[in-house]
């Protein structure tokens, strides 16, 4: 019998985690998001995950396991983008932990046998009976793979394909469509935490 830490058990306790996170809101949202905190899954021809849900279920039917492309946004590269961004009053960030999303817009080439591996997933909560770190076990109604023009998964983390070129990176710059709700979003939870100096204007 191999003896392992109790944080081993069941992928880091994450599969209690999710099922916990399903069965109490199962009757309270229509549809749920997985995904990690380094994730996002992303709107290609709408702004919104409101928006996004009618084209799915138009698309695919409702009620199911909608499953999105897992893109790695390698955080050890940061390229400047072709053409020159004004992000605003990011320099504050600087001294806040964490990654900046912003300015990771190169993405690795999919790999073959990633391309249908670290997914994530929206589901409706009552179409599902279990579920998984990328994925569920069974629904009633199945899953769809998301043709990624509509959406697919931004995952900003630790370089997959160390041994790429920077020329062999892809830009991807559709998360500056979003970025000034997002940067007076995280602007503000930054100075109400006090991570920012002063109000965050200066």
Same mark, same amino acid.
Not at 62 to 67: I, R
Not at 97 to 115: C, R, S, T
Not at 179 to 200: M, Y
């Given at each position: 019998?191999?003896?392992?830490?109790?944080?081993?058990?069941?992928?880091?306790?994450?599969?209690?985690?999710?099922?916990?996170?399903?069965?109490?809101?199962?009757?309270?949202?229509?549809?749920?998001?997985?995904?990690?905190?380094?994730?996002?899954?992303?709107?290609?021809?709408?702004?919104?995950?409101?928006?996004?849900?009618?084209?799915?279920?138009?698309?695919?039917?409702?009620?199911?396991?909608?499953?999105?492309?897992?893109?790695?946004?390698?955080?050890?590269?940061?390229?400047?983008?072709?053409?020159?961004?004004?992000?605003?009053?990011?320099?504050?960030?600087?001294?806040?932990?964490?990654?900046?999303?912003?300015?990771?817009?190169?993405?690795?080439?999919?790999?073959?046998?990633?391309?249908?591996?670290?997914?994530?997933?929206?589901?409706?909560?009552?179409?599902?009976?279990?579920?998984?770190?990328?994925?569920?076990?069974?629904?009633?109604?199945?899953?769809?793979?998301?043709?990624?023009?509509?959406?697919?998964?931004?995952?900003?983390?630790?370089?997959?394909?160390?041994?790429?070129?920077?020329?062999?990176?892809?830009?991807? =710059?559709?998360?500056?469509?979003?970025?000034?709700?997002?940067?007076?979003?995280?602007?503000?939870?930054?100075?109400?935490?006090?991570?920012?100096?002063?109000? =965050?204007?200066?």
């Amino acid at each position: 019998m191999s003896h392992k830490d109790p944080g081993d058990i069941h992928y880091f306790g994450q599969m209690p985690a999710l099922s916990d996170c399903l069965y109490r809101y199962m009757y309270q949202s229509r549809y749920m998001a997985f995904q990690d905190p380094d994730e996002l899954i992303l709107p290609q021809s709408v702004d919104s995950w409101l928006k996004l849900l009618p084209v799915l279920e138009k698309r695919y039917g409702a009620n199911k396991c909608y499953m999105f492309e897992n893109n790695v946004f390698p955080r050890e590269r940061s390229l400047p983008p072709p053409k020159p961004q004004v992000l605003p009053k990011q320099n504050q960030w600087q001294n806040v932990a964490g990654v900046n999303i912003l300015a990771h817009l190169y993405k690795e080439p999919i790999m073959p046998q990633f391309k249908w591996a670290k997914f994530k997933i929206i589901v409706n909560p009552r179409a599902v009976f279990t579920i998984t770190v990328h994925g569920v076990v069974k629904s009633q109604k199945g899953c769809a793979w998301i043709d990624r023009n509509i959406a697919r998964m931004y995952h900003t983390r630790a370089e997959m394909q160390p041994k790429l070129r920077d020329d062999q990176l892809i830009y991807d =710059g559709r998360l500056l469509s979003y970025s000034s709700p997002l940067i007076a979003a995280v602007e503000t939870v930054l100075t109400e935490t006090q991570l920012l100096p002063g109000d =965050g204007t200066k």
